[in-house]
């Protein structure tokens, strides 16, 4: 569930974010992920390590993993979609 959650909502804002972007297909993806990376997943991230007794190595390992989910699917849209 959780993937096909994440593919709508980068697809939604991949949309809506396409037009302020560069047109070289790698810094497209490179700055989709980093907006959506500090927009979405930094709040949750915090949110998480404030609310549940885990380590901040955790925390920072799940959001290096949504940056780099971010800025793959970046790179596809941007091949697929431009």
């Known amino acids: 569930m959780h993937a096909f959650v994440t593919s709508l909502v980068l697809s939604w804002f991949w ?5 302020l972007v560069q047109d070289i297909i790698i ?3 490179l700055e989709f992920g980093t907006v959506y990376a500090l927009l979405a997943l930094l709040p949750v991230m915090w949110i998480t390590f ?12 799940c959001f290096v993993y949504g940056f780099a989910q971010a800025i793959v699917a970046g790179i596809l849209f941007a091949k697929l979609n431009p």
């Open 50 to 61: 404030s609310a549940i007794d885990i380590t901040a190595y955790m925390v920072l390992s």
């Open 15 to 19: 949309n809506r974010f396409k037009s």
């Open 27 to 29: 810094l497209r993806g």
